[in-house]
């Protein structure tokens, strides 16, 4: 579509807010709120709604979870067979339902009726009923793309993998189970019903599928008030009782001549939108028993910032966080759009092919052109997606586009490391093939600012200009709110002066992930900085900053607090609770409980709370090192090392828990025990594992040992200055004098206003033997 202006009409409701943090309250609290409102179902919704109803029913939403039938598994279930990791299951019916023969729980082949089907392209997965309510997914899926495609067969969700019943991953397992992992975006109104007395589940639901209750809220007082309007002339004379409200000021959308680029005439006061499909479509884990029907996202719901193995440096997608967390860094999500410019939430489908539903916001004749591709049009690169939203495989075979809707950076893959979408096509060209050709069209990328691909980047890898980049990054209101968060959340491993004061300005920003990222960090505070910084954040109207702020304020004295600090302290403590025992089926919450209450000094409960984290997964790590520290920190070393040695039988292999061990072996005097898994954790490459492991060699008199360790510690880690230190000391105690130069050398041009760095390459140009570790 082109013209100077382009007019999309948007019905009138909530008044646009005047600053941000109104903005988020508005989208938290729709002024057209029914808390009474209960579920009527989808056939409540026909008569007046036969269009949308009709667009819905062949959507991948009305599929997403049936009962097992005819009509709606479209598996093999002749008594086709598919062998895995040497176990070959086999497909059937019997007694006119549907049948899988596989490995079980114990590893035996087993008889198991289908109950539901999951989902339906490109892969239908099965559930299966298991004792006590539970209900588990199925490994093998059936792959209902065409056969053209690759489908049309019995597919393995882990191909590559071999998954036995030993293995987490194991269809049997916590892991693959139902009630918590999938229930809720599959369902209508899923209420979990788990029973921590009875490790038990009574899952229920309005409606099976993802119907219209499950976007617009329980519907009864809409209904009732359609009912007494029913034969008026169309239009509503007052609030249309729908519980989730997605009207916004009227606007329209403005070519703007000197771009080619779409704006809206008025700013988007009501986000709801994307915070309603964000609940089902952002890597998260609900905090809270209510579906959060009409609420910001983060009421109910702790959303993933961009962690270092889910998001690339850059903010691209890397494990399955589905698209939330990569739209809100866009520019289109700053500027205004919603799901619903480019999706029809009814068909679960864009609202135009190709590049026509980029055209609505975007001149065709700027942009859908080869002068702007370089492309062909309809060849691979000529697509705007291919270029700006580029799709990576997940559970296999299902493609899914990037909403980060990035400009592409090649030049910045050789910083980074962050994938070059250029490659993806030209992968017999270098990247720097890719970064001269952008270049040559576009012309050179911006220089003035560091790019916030660069500053992630050297935060994970705790760059030496990693901790004044990631200020900088937190306080620019150009990046997207999850990006400025995630900075915040780099600080403690990249301390600098100015780190103290971006965590207290992120806990006053109106965009709640930021708040939530300041209150996270407090914990790593001193106590006489906590108190001040985190007891205001407990009134914060936003569930998930209320909750983080409370293991920094745990078992601090109150002697100092007013009356009104520790009655919303205790409100804030009862309501963490409530938290982690709606997740009771999981053992983070009870290590997170025992953790809580190992700082309220109630060591008995904590210890009780990391035994049941461990009866319900055996192989949770977490729970084996913390409990070992509630035994070591209260003076009983042999049960510490009892414990870790437990979790080394059950999770053979395990770094952290032989790093731990070898620690626990050095406090008993057993210093040549500890070599062997302080080496075997330092194979793994950490930098502080190397580092311990150096100085325990050092410490059991192998000198030359411990050079050789740090030096290649340090090869592979150049910039750390733990690692530096350590060589530097070592290398000049054992008469390795230029060796232990060029380490402190290195340290001081990492930090030259370092006055410990400044000693000791002092110390160490004068000619000194040794230098104090």
Known sequence: ?????????????????????????????????????????????????????????????????????????????????????????????????????????????????????????????????????????????????????????????????????????????????????????????????????????????????????????????????????????????????????????????????????????????????????????????????????????????????????????????????????????????????????????????????????????????????????????????????????????????????????????????????????????????????????????????????????????WGWARHPGAGDALVALSRDTAAGGITRATAVTLMPQNPVRGSLSAIQRALDDPDPLLRRAGAEQLELLEPAMRVPMGLPMLADPVRTVRLAVVPALAGLPDSGWSETHRTSFARVLAEYRTSQEFNADRPESWVNLGNLDRRLGRVAAAEEEYRRALRLQPQFVAAYLQLAELYRTGGMETQADSVLRMGLDRVPGTVDLEYQLGLALVRQGKKLDALPLLRSAAASGAPHYAYVYGVALFDAGQSAAAVTVLRKAVAGSPDDQELLYGLASIAATAGQQQVAREAAQRLLALDPQNPDAQRLYAQLSGGSQGAAR
């Not at 179902?41 to 949308?52: D, K």
């Not at 990569?326 to 619903?340: D, E």
Request: aromatic share 10%; hydrophobic share 35%; glycine share 10%.
């Open 1 to 457: 579509m082109t013209g100077r202006i382009i007019r999309r009409t948007l019905r009138g409701g909530v008044p646009a807010a005047g600053a941000l943090w109104l903005v988020w309250l508005a989208a938290g609290c729709a002024p057209e709120q029914a808390p009474e409102a209960t579920y009527v179902g989808r056939t409540a919704c026909t008569s007046c709604h036969a269009t949308q109803d009709s667009l819905w029913g062949g959507s991948h939403h009305a599929a997403a979870m049936a009962v097992a039938d005819s009509t709606t598994v479209l598996g093999d279930f002749d008594d086709a067979t598919y062998t895995y990791n040497g176990v070959t299951s086999r497909f059937f019916r019997r007694d006119g339902r549907f049948w899988v023969n596989t490995d079980g729980p114990d590893g035996v082949l087993t008889d198991f009726p289908i109950d539901y089907t999951f989902g339906v392209y490109p892969l239908q997965q099965y559930l299966i009923a298991f004792p006590r309510g539970r209900y588990q997914a199925l490994g093998i899926a059936w792959d209902t793309r065409t056969t053209a495609e690759g489908g049309q067969r019995w597919y393995h969700l882990y191909p590559d993998e071999q998954v036995d019943h030993r293995d987490v991953l194991h269809w049997t397992g916590m892991l693959q189970n139902w009630n918590f992992m999938c229930a809720q975006c599959h369902s209508t109104n899923l209420q979990k019903g788990y029973v921590a007395t009875a490790d038990s589940y009574a899952t229920t639901w309005s409606e099976i599928d993802v119907s219209c209750e499950a976007c617009h809220g329980p519907g009864s007082v809409h209904v009732a008030r359609a009912e007494q309007r029913a034969g008026k002339a169309a239009g509503w004379a007052g609030p249309s009782g729908l519980t989730v409200s997605f009207r916004d000021t009227a606007a329209a959308w403005i070519m703007d001549t000197a771009t080619g680029i779409a704006h809206r005439s008025v700013p988007r006061g009501n986000r709801m939108e994307v915070e309603t499909c964000g609940l089902c479509h952002a890597r998260r884990g609900q905090v809270w028993p209510d579906s959060g029907a009409g609420q910001i996202l983060a009421q109910t719901q702790r959303v993933s910032l961009l962690d270092e193995g889910l998001y690339y440096a850059d903010g691209q997608q890397e494990d399955e966080v589905y698209e939330y967390g990569s739209f809100l860094q866009s520019k289109m999500y700053r500027a205004g759009v919603t799901c619903s410019d480019c999706h029809d939430a009814h068909r679960s489908t864009t609202r135009l092919a190709g590049n026509q539903v980029c055209a609505t916001c975007h001149w065709v004749s700027r942009y859908d052109t080869t002068a702007h591709t370089h492309h062909a049009a309809g060849t691979p690169g000529g697509m705007c997606v291919d270029c700006h939203m580029p799709a990576r495989n997940y559970m296999g075979v299902d493609a899914r586009r990037d909403h980060g809707m990035k400009i592409p950076r090649p030049d910045l893959t050789m910083v980074t490391g962050a994938p070059d979408v250029c490659s993806s096509c030209h992968a017999n060209k270098p990247v720097a093939w890719a970064a001269q050709q952008a270049a040559a069209w576009y012309g050179p990328p911006d220089s003035v600012q560091l790019p916030a691909a660069v500053t992630i980047a």
